[in-house]
């Protein structure tokens, strides 16, 4: 009987653990197999960041191979955990897959030799070859999408498109192995679910791995199988189920699934969470499924995405984006902001093509279509099996990119005392935007976010859009121009975020800042909010003064209603608020004067425990937002 051990490791944050889809659907096609299964024995799945010298220590037996399932986020502690097992073991086989696998390297056993064997492509058809061959010898040439060290790069084969031939970790008991052996060992968890009901995509974005040509076929497992995997959730009291799938309501089907979670969420409470990527086009089934959740009450959804990336045309040319049309993305904001049902869009910068204007540009077209919840603004890396991380690309598009910290955001320094930093290649200059322009970039987003979708400002800049006709970027622009050299609250803000942005490139930082004595690394628009919450006057009159120095305008009495709007944690809720009538139809469309100020949420928080939830857990709820309703 040989020994195998399987990892597929994530950051663990507290009681929450991760249950490991990929690694464990390589392990149940293999074991199908009656050869693999009379002839291996799993004697561990490693699915914590242990430090690697003490998992070695700690493996109960000699390791014949170890089966590594590589992302971004533990491409590095795979690697220190291969070296490790290496110089203790050094006949184990150490067999890696999945993405982070470059399938276009020559030399990556030169650049990773640590590693015996590397699975390109899907890997379960190979892994039970691999696992078969092991018991004869170590020829492991020829098998296909195995790429063996002293081997040459294989040709792909055509996709495995028989889903339901790998038995499934949840209704065959694997999952339950795995939740009783860690909480023998740590404790009741809180388990997460990475799921797939499908996989391929049809699209070709080239910033995604999943865009390569390999990739545009979908293959499906079946419903009843996906039902019965539901129901074991529930009753397995899963609290997040984060779904694979590329396109959540591309096809009719994912409706259906949708009404069964919400079914049995009704029924047991459970899964809390189902956590998608929506799908690019298909606006109209996206809407149904948002529908339902909203009208069941069930909240499965934190809200609904438009992930645009780029508004630029010639941006979406050169990635290959198919993006939903103008005219579309209008009609269906519209549509959610009338069901209240939460959204948010999603653009990256920089991107090849997009000029500094043209992302401004994109940003507030959002705001004109009706994007009034949340934005967010994705840094451009590149990825080993993308087209945009590929030599001649970088290349056309001039792209300049330094080896950086994947996020550290959220992790406490106890989290990071033996913390192997993961990395990611991080681009900081384009064909259209240089160095000093796509700094100029990301403080512009980090500014217009915090001041606009965390609220600070919202309120105001419809006000001076709606009645002075002072588009929303070109306020930021002027604000952030002229807040650069200040030195006040807002201007301080400004220059640490730039310094630690600057110091992510040049090496000297990990992302993200501490604002709080002991507390975790605030992702930076996350910080500046925190930071505002605790001097809102100053913040108040800082920016009545900025706009009266910039326009002449006087808005005290909207600055005041603004923050009236941002949740206060020391405040008790309802109370009521008189506002001019000026400030009632510019900033709210409405005549009321007299308001009752609310929150959505009845929860009373610490202040400390009230920043993590309204700016980590809830952002996108707007757990920070009030609301108000006319006093009568």
């Known amino acids: 009987m040989l020994n195998l051990y399987l990892v597929q490791t994530s950051d663990k944050y507290g009681p929450n653990s991760f249950l490991p889809l990929a690694i464990s659907y390589q392990w149940m096609y293999a074991q199908a197999d009656e050869q693999v299964k009379q002839n291996y024995h799993v004697e561990d799945v490693l699915i914590e960041k242990v430090v ?248 499965l959804f934190k809200g609904v995405t438009f992930a645009m990336q780029s508004l630029n045309p010639a941006t979406q040319k050169a990635s290959k984006r198919v993006n939903l049309k103008t005219n579309d993305a209008l009609t269906y904001m519209n549509k959610y902001e009338q069901e209240n049902i939460p959204t948010y869009s999603e653009l990256i910068w920089p991107m090849p093509d997009e000029t500094y204007d043209t992302f401004k540009q994109g940003i507030q077209t959002l705001v004109d279509l009706g994007q009034k919840s949340f934005l967010m603004v994705h840094p451009l890396v590149l990825t080993f099996n993308a087209t945009m991380g590929q030599t001649h690309y970088i290349e056309e598009y001039g792209l300049k990119w330094k080896e950086v910290p994947l996020d550290t955001y959220y992790l406490g320094p106890q989290d990071l005392e033996n913390y192997i930093v993961e990395k990611t290649m991080g681009v900081y200059a384009t064909n259209t935007a240089d160095e000093v322009l796509t700094m100029r970039g990301k403080l512009f987003s980090y500014l217009f976010i915090t001041m606009y979708y965390y609220g600070w400002a919202h309120y105001l800049m419809e006000y001076l859009c709606n009645k002075h006709n002072i588009r929303h970027v070109d306020f930021i622009e002027t604000m952030l121009d002229y ?99 000026d400030t009632s139809t510019y900033c709210l469309n409405s005549d009321s004067t007299d308001l009752k100020v609310n929150h959505w949420d009845k929860e009373e928080l610490d202040e400390r425990r009230f920043y993590h939830v309204a700016y980590h857990w809830q952002r996108k709820n707007h757990y920070w937002k009030c609301t108000t309703t006319p006093n009568t």
Not at 201 to 214: A, K, N, R
Not at 486 to 508: A, P, Q, W, Y
Not at 547 to 558: A, F, G, L, R
Request: a negative charge; glycine letters at 4%; hydrophobic letters at 35%.
């Open 52 to 299: 690697p010298k003490e998992y070695v220590k700690s493996m109960p037996v000699e390791p014949h191979i170890v089966a590594m399932s590589c992302y971004v986020w533990n491409w590095e502690y795979n690697q220190e955990l291969a070296k490790e097992i290496k110089q203790t073991y050094p006949n184990c086989d150490i067999i890696v897959g999945g993405p982070n696998v470059d399938k276009r390297n020559p030399n990556f056993f030169d650049d990773f030799p640590m590693f015996d064997i590397a699975v390109l492509g899907e890997g379960e058809p190979a892994f039970r070859q691999i696992l078969k061959q092991r018991l004869k010898n170590k020829n492991y040439k020829g098998i296909p999408s195995v790429f063996p060290k002293g081997g040459d790069i294989p040709d792909l084969p055509e996709r495995f498109r028989d889903l339901e031939a790998i038995p499934s970790p949840i209704l065959n008991g694997f999952y339950d192995w795995i939740i009783d052996k860690v909480e023998a060992k740590h404790g009741k968890q809180m388990w997460q679910v990475t799921y797939e009901t499908l996989r391929g995509c049809p699209y070709q974005c080239t910033f995604c791995d999943i865009g390569d040509l390999y990739w545009n076929k979908i293959a499906k497992f079946d419903m009843p199988r996906i039902q019965a995997e539901i129901d074991w959730m529930a009753e397995r009291q899963i609290e997040y189920v984060t779904v694979c799938d590329s396109n959540w309501g591309m096809l009719n089907r994912d409706l259906d699934i949708t009404e069964y979670v919400i079914k049995k969420k009704k029924e047991t409470g459970y899964p809390k969470f189902w956590d998608v990527t929506w799908a690019k086009v298909n606006s109209e089934n996206i809407y149904k499924i948002a529908k339902m959740d909203k009208e069941a009450g069930t909240r």
């Open 483 to 581: 807040f650069l050299t200040k030195n006040c609250l807002i201007g301080s803000e400004i220059r640490v975020t730039e310094k630690h942005m600057h110091d992510v490139f040049h090496g000297d930082s990990f992302w993200g800042r501490q604002v709080l004595e002991n507390d975790i690394y605030w992702e930076y628009k996350s910080a500046s909010s925190v930071v505002f919450h605790q001097n809102r006057d100053k913040l108040k009159h800082e920016i009545v003064d900025f706009v009266y120095n910039q326009y002449k305008i006087d808005v005290s009495d909207v600055v005041e209603f603004n923050i009236h709007m941002c949740k206060d944690p020391n405040m008790k809720y309802p109370y009521n608020i008189k506002i001019t009538k």
